[in-house]
């Protein structure tokens, strides 16, 4: 075993690194959307590309989930970090729509290689010194950090597209080649500040890495045993595939209406970044007014009645004919996503036990993956044939449907005598 950190240096690690890690991302936040547009796709095509993110996350989730077991955390992170790299330089080299294609491909390799390791890292160093130590308030502080990283990111990219610092290149990409360079130093900071707490033998790593993919097929299995003998969770985790069809209009289709109204794609750019920022600071709003919500009507009703509204919303976000009324609708919309957040993970872990609670929430995952794969070329072959206007609309409406899927939840938080303003209070 080698040298590992104190509980309080681990902890400083982990809130660096989720800085870093976080802060690149507040600066492409739709921007990848108005870049491609720039650069002479379609809607349709700019819609359709990012399609391939989602297969990459959908198909190497469960087969990455193991990496960082087999080959250390610190390994995994380092090849997650590589990976984001090239991803970043081939978005700031396409010019067709496979090569934004492939450099989407590469984002969803990079985010299925890099959900957890960190995580994990940071529990496992804590727990070397302090056995079963609890992790909540760092973890708690960590989400803080995210959030203030994303939306400083936000803010800073809408200031490099407005200053336009290099006129003879353009405004979009600024941001972009920005957001490399902080991936860049992220990737340093990790290899110089994560020490793996325990070290495996090659052969190990390599037993290890095989039992993983060996194991692939029955957690896939598992799963979807869970969803068909589970009405309550097949429920669910079936909400996911409506609520990414809302995610899609106030994350893909907000900067292409915003560019459509103001004219340009850098004025577009410009205006996004203070009000993605804004979208981070209502969402926590909204999870904040979760907990009340849930104390008050009870986990399913709140979780419906997010659904509803945040469907609702995004529909209203179609028809704004001003880039104000549009960006207070997204306000709006993006306040009740995060509100949706909590009674629907709480609801998940009601369906879960120890033994499944990771395969629970990576179903629950993939559907979304696979939901937005499906449903980003029917949008934009929607938007191409009639206006952007009336897919963001219908997608809005569709993504209302999701609220029905609670209904099982609700029969079933019923029928076990449970007060809804309780929750999980023992049956009567």
């Not at 449907?401 to 809804?420: I, S």
């Amino acid at each position: 075993m080698s040298d590992h950190l104190s509980p309080a240096a681990a902890k400083r690690v982990f809130l660096i690194l989720s800085a870093t890690r976080w802060l690149p991302v507040g600066f492409v936040i739709g921007v990848f959307t108005l870049f491609a547009i720039e650069r002479g796709l379609t809607v349709q095509q700019t819609l359709t590309y990012g399609a391939a993110q989602g297969v990459m996350v959908l198909l190497l989730e469960l087969p990455t989930s193991g990496f960082a077991d087999a080959f250390g955390r610190k390994a995994v992170l380092v090849a997650a970090g590589v990976v984001n790299i090239i991803a970043g330089v081939l978005y700031l080299t396409a010019t067709t729509f496979w090569q934004f294609a492939l450099a989407a491909a590469f984002l969803g390799i990079y985010r299925a290689l890099d959900s957890g390791p960190l995580e994990a890292w940071f529990v496992d160093t804590v727990h070397l010194s302090e056995p079963g130590a609890d992790v909540d308030q760092a973890l708690a502080t960590q989400g803080t950090i995210v959030g203030v990283a994303i939306a400083g990111g936000s803010l800073a990219s809408g200031g490099l597209i407005l200053w336009h610092p290099f006129a003879d290149y353009s405004a979009i990409a600024v941001p972009i080649v920005v957001s490399v360079v902080f991936a860049l130093i992220h990737l340093v900071l990790t290899m110089a500040m994560v020490h793996e707490p325990v070290e495996l033998s090659e052969h190990t790593r390599a037993r290890q890495a095989i039992d993983s993919a060996k194991d692939t097929p029955k957690v896939i299995g598992d799963g979807l045993k869970l969803l068909r003998h589970n009405r309550v969770l097949a429920g669910l985790v079936g909400v996911e595939l409506f609520w990414v069809i809302g995610m899609m209009v106030f994350e893909t289709m907000l900067p292409i209406r915003l560019a459509e109204m103001l004219g340009t794609t850098a004025e577009a750019g410009a205006l996004l970044g203070p009000v993605a920022a804004g979208g981070w600071a209502v969402f926590a709003l909204g999870s904040a007014s979760a907990g009340r919500a849930m104390r008050s009507w009870g986990v399913v009703r709140a979780a419906i009645a997010a659904r509803i509204l945040n469907g609702l919303g995004a529909a209203a976000m179609g028809l704004m004919l001003g880039p104000v009324g549009l960006v207070g609708a997204y306000l709006l919309t993006y306040m009740l996503h995060g509100a949706g957040g909590a009674p629907h993970s709480a609801l998940l872990h009601r369906e879960a036990s120890a033994r499944n609670r990771a395969t629970v929430l990576s179903m629950n995952s993939m559907v979304m993956q696979a939901g937005g794969a499906v449903a980003a070329p029917a949008l934009g072959w929607l938007a191409a044939t009639t206006s952007v206007q009336t897919a963001m609309v219908v997608a809005g409406l569709v993504s209302v449907f999701g609220a029905f899927l609670y209904l099982p939840a609700l029969r079933h938080e019923r029928g076990r005598g449970v007060d809804p303003a309780e929750g999980d209070a023992a049956p009567a």
